[in-house]
Nanobody
Framework: QVQLVESGGGLVRARCSLRLSCAAS????????IGWFRQAPGTEREFVAS????????YYPDSVKGRFTISRDNAKNTVYLQMNSLKPEDTAVYYC????????????????WGQGTQVTVSS
């Protein structure tokens, strides 16, 4: 029902910034809340940020709060994750996900997923 494609990942130095994009197909983009998750080697996939269908509400865990900002442009079917003050521990594959219903921080509760984009932060 919706396809998601992440872009914008890469190799950056600590304390630098990066902006990820999640482009969605279809006309029903506004029917989905969008989330960002990440998974580092040897770890479980973890919640990074989410934004409500109309962009009115955003949520972040303490690990990224104040550094990361999620936003969406429904006219462009795109969600962004602005990442500032990056740390080596932010290194992970970053995934965007879409969910038409109630959203949580648990990855399995999100219905649609992109393939991910690698973010590597060097010391």
């Amino acid at each position: 029902q919706v396809q998601l494609v992440e872009s914008g990942g890469g190799l950056v130095r600590a304390r630098c910034s990066l902006r990820l994009s999640c482009a969605a197909s279809g006309r029903a983009f506004s029917a989905y809340a969008i989330g960002w998750f990440r998974q580092a080697p040897g770890t479980e996939r973890e919640f990074v940020a989410s934004i409500s269908k109309n962009g009115g509400s955003t949520y972040y865990p303490d690990s990224v709060k104040g550094r990361f900002t999620i936003s969406r442009d429904n006219a462009k079917n795109t969600v962004y994750l602005q990442m500032n003050s990056l740390k080596p521990e932010d290194t992970a594959v970053y995934y965007c996900a879409a969910e038409p219903g109630v959203v949580t921080v648990t990855p399995v509760t999100w219905e649609y997923w992109g393939q991910g984009t690698q973010v590597t932060v060097s010391s």
